[in-house]
């Protein structure tokens, strides 16, 4: 997964069970039913896995430029300098 | 969230951290429901009254209760118990357990039973004669999840005769 994939995976994680959650309760609730609820939510959870946890192809749409291994091999690695203080770069 | 076992982990804490909340509200929408038990309790006949060392009695009683109300979406069972409550010289408040019974449902809440006492009710001592007791019925409420809680009916005016049978 690149990055954008990774917080869209997150974020669709967290609504989908709240969804999920908010459901089963209602539903349960209303129908005076605890199994109800309860059976609601683990389908719920369910479903979240299925669509959160494989790496799915949509969770790959702005994919990470890597340099290419043969390119890399040109060019010498940087030299480590020890210095005191380090400027670090934003990513 | 770079990786399966990631992904998994996090989906995993955040559904039972939901699952808690949801049980959480669960129980306290029991706060909500209306309940008010009644019942009923006469003394049918006293079959035997004696003293071997301490005193005990031998009752039939009738018992006409209806606890419906107590049952909501989440109660599992309804414990329900009657006990005989006097006063001694020696203890202030002596409680004996005569009869109880699981309640699994709503359906099986609203009963009439003639029954002997399932517990032998026995006096530390000799202070049963003419003696006059309460008939409390106590439940105990247990939910599916949340807190148990427990109240009771209390049914004075009873009393044993003066002389052993």
Redesign the interface.
Same mark, same amino acid.
């Given at each position: 997964m690149d990055w954008q994939g990774q917080k869209l995976a997150e974020q669709l994680m967290q609504i989908l069970l709240l969804i999920a959650a908010v459901v089963a309760f209602v539903v349960g609730y209303t129908t005076a039913s605890f199994r109800t609820m309860m059976l609601i939510y683990a389908g719920g959870v369910g479903v979240t896995t299925l669509i959160t946890i494989p790496n799915w192809p949509f969770f790959n749409r702005h994919p990470l430029k890597w340099l290419d291994p043969s390119e890399a091999e040109k060019h010498p690695k940087p030299e480590v300098v020890v210095s005191s203080k380090k400027k670090s770069s934003k990513k | 969230?770079?990786s399966?076992g990631y992904? %998994?982990n /996090?989906?995993l804490t955040? /559904?039972v951290t %939901?699952?808690a909340? +949801?049980c959480a +509200? %669960?129980s306290l929408?029991d706060k909500f429901s209306n309940q008010n038990p009644s019942a009923e309790i006469q003394i049918l006949y006293i079959k035997r009254f004696k003293s071997y060392g301490n005193d005990e009695v031998s009752l039939t009683l009738d018992i006409n209760a209806d606890l419906q109300s107590l049952f909501?979406?989440?109660t599992k069972q309804v414990f329900a118990f009657v006990a005989a409550e006097y006063e001694t010289p020696k203890n202030s408040l002596n409680q004996v357990s005569l009869w109880d019974v699981i309640i699994p449902d709503k359906e099986h809440a609203k009963f009439r039973i003639q029954t002997s006492n399932k517990y032998r009710f026995i006096d530390q001592g000799h202070n049963l004669r003419g003696k006059e007791f309460n008939l409390t019925l106590h439940w105990h409420v247990m939910p599916?999840t949340g807190k148990m809680f427990a109240d009771k009916i209390v049914m004075p005016g009873y009393s044993l005769p003066d002389a052993y049978k």
């Open positions: - | 969230m770079h399966f992904r %998994a /996090a989906l955040f /559904a %939901a699952l909340f +949801i +509200i %669960a929408s909501t979406w989440n599916k």
